[in-house]
């Protein structure tokens, strides 16, 4: 009975290591970086500032059926209340339908949005060891 019990659990011990993906349903994403540049098929009209530099760009393909997530994000010169106005401003007149949004925290405000397919998430926060304000922006689009 014991070697009946090592050999199941030796068996389930493998088919999770190697088909664990399968079973779950779980895959990893191909994730994409492109530099300094806006990934393609993001959002456009976006209220982005004049100068900004990215500094993080890239694309997450979760694979076939699957959504495309594509985040960006950069230091600004506003601040942070002028940034969460700007960008909540822009997708609400953009047919965006704001589903939640946080401002309890002065250093730190965001929203989630959805729009047929589409989820916008915005963030603006002051990093802690530089005081810069940085904006992340994440756009999922179904396929």
Do not use: C
Request: aromatic share 14%.
């Amino acid at each position: 009975m014991v070697v009946v019990i090592i050999i199941f659990v030796g068996l389930a011990y493998y088919l999770w290591t190697n088909y664990g993906d399968l079973l779950t349903g779980q895959t990893e994403p191909e994730i994409f970086s492109v530099g300094q540049e806006m990934p393609e098929g993001f959002l456009s009209g976006l209220p982005i500032e004049s100068g900004a530099v990215l500094k993080d760009s890239f694309t997450a393909d979760y694979g076939a059926g699957n959504p495309v997530q594509r985040t960006i994000s950069y230091h600004s010169q506003r601040s942070i209340d002028a940034n969460f106005q700007n960008f909540f401003n822009y997708a609400t007149n953009n047919g965006w339908e704001v589903i939640n949004q946080d401002e309890t925290n002065p250093g730190l405000k965001a929203f989630y949005a959805v729009k047929e397919k589409g989820e916008f998430n915005f963030t603006v926060n002051q990093e802690i060891a530089t005081n810069k304000i940085l904006v992340t922006i994440t756009y999922s689009e179904g396929q």
